[in-house]
């Protein structure tokens, strides 16, 4: 079965200071990996998808396979980058319709202080 | 502009109730999902929808089913609601595999 691990539940940097938010994942194929994000009083909202390989908001996540890890960066928080942050996993489909549900990890809380 | 709306933002029941929440997104997506999201234990899967009367189960689907007559609604049923069911509950759309999930605002229930 896949599982997506966030170490930290809570993790708390200085506006300025590089964040780092972990995640691992297991899984036996090859996997699309996802960042969500959730702002206070906000709905739940993708962040990053790792087949896109763009920044959002200044993030950037990189897939390692070898590390089965897929860590999301920024270098220097800002204080609206404070936020609860998901990574997810799905399988990914070669070819045909259908549906895949995200596969979520328990979620960091981050919050950058001024 | 994606618009996934949930029917209760929320809701308080009594144990033993039979409970429908409703969720419902505009364009004309094909699949439809619900989670269930808890502090410490994020969001979990608890069925998904990939065609109208088409359903599967997720990683928690005991005490839940689902509904989808037409295609822009999903629902989520509690036959008869716990109190260990109390939680946060998510509705999000995709148009299809690949794409991205589309979450509505939740709805927040409390079984008492």
């Known amino acids: 079965a896949q599982r997506v691990t966030q170490p930290e539940k809570l993790l708390s940097v200085f506006k300025g200071a590089p964040v780092e938010l972990k995640c691992n994942y297991s899984y036996s194929g090859s996997p699309e990996l996802f960042w969500y994000v959730q702002y206070s009083r906000q709905r739940l909202q993708l962040l990053l998808r790792h087949i896109s390989r763009e920044s959002i908001k200044g993030f950037t996540a990189d897939l390692n396979k070898g590390e089965t890890s897929f860590h999301l960066k920024k270098p220097f928080a800002q204080e609206e980058d404070s936020a609860m942050y998901y990574c997810a996993l799905r399988e990914a489909r070669v070819s045909g319709g259908g549906a895949d549900g995200l596969t979520f990890g328990k979620g960091t809380h981050l919050i950058i202080q001024p | 502009d994606v618009k996934v709306t949930q029917s209760s933002r929320y809701l308080v029941k009594r144990t033993g109730e039979k409970v429908f929440l409703e969720c419902v997104q505009d364009m004309d997506h094909e699949n439809m999902f619900w989670y269930r999201q808890d502090p410490g234990l994020g969001l979990r899967l608890i069925y998904f929808s990939y065609d109208v009367k088409m359903k599967e189960k997720g990683d928690i689907p005991e005490g839940y089913s689902v509904s989808r007559e037409k295609k822009e609604r999903f629902s989520l049923i509690l036959e008869s609601a716990s109190t260990n069911q109390t939680s946060m509950y998510l509705c999000?759309?995709?148009?299809?595999?690949?794409?991205?999930?589309?979450f509505g605002p939740g709805t927040r229930l409390t079984v008492t």
């Open positions: 999000a759309s995709s148009l299809s595999a690949h794409y991205e999930q589309y």
